[in-house]
């Protein structure tokens, strides 16, 4: 059974930095790619950063580049996500995905497997 872990949410002021891991069980790691999304209240869910199954490709979304880094350990089964100079728009439940697949892609569809998610909180 595949399991996603989150962690690392929390409240955090303006400006701050949190660090979300997602722990992954059930499924041979190296072979995924892996992404994280975020579902504001009232939004859609949409695409943060994936990274690819090595580690050497990553892809982010316009908003965070420059703020979030993405990294991966698979030999401890593990995706972070490093969030700095949070802003008040980065509230939202942040989810980490696994896609088997090779193509680079922000396509919420093309992930298998979802963690339950872990919410983050910026206040102004």
């Known amino acids: 059974q595949v399991q996603l872990v989150e962690s690392g949410g929390g409240l955090v002021q303006a400006g701050g930095s949190l660090r979300l891991s997602c722990a992954a069980s059930?499924?041979?790691?190296?072979?995924?790619?892996m992404g994280w999304f975020r579902q504001a209240p009232g939004k859609e869910r949409e695409f943060v950063a994936r990274?690819?199954?090595?580690?050497?490709?990553?892809l982010y979304t316009d908003s965070v580049k420059g703020r979030f880094t993405i990294s991966r350990d698979n030999v401890k089964n593990s995706v972070t996500l490093q969030m700095n100079s949070l802003k008040p728009e980065d509230t939202a439940i942040y989810y980490c995905?696994?896609?088997?697949?090779?193509?680079?892609?922000?396509?919420?569809?093309?992930?298998?497997?979802w963690g339950q998610g872990t919410q983050v909180t910026v206040s102004s």
């Open positions: 059930g499924l041979t790691f190296s072979r995924y790619a």
């Open positions: 995905a696994a896609d088997l697949g090779t193509t680079t892609t922000s396509s919420e569809g093309r992930y298998e497997h």
């Open positions: 990274i690819s199954r090595s580690g050497g490709t990553t």
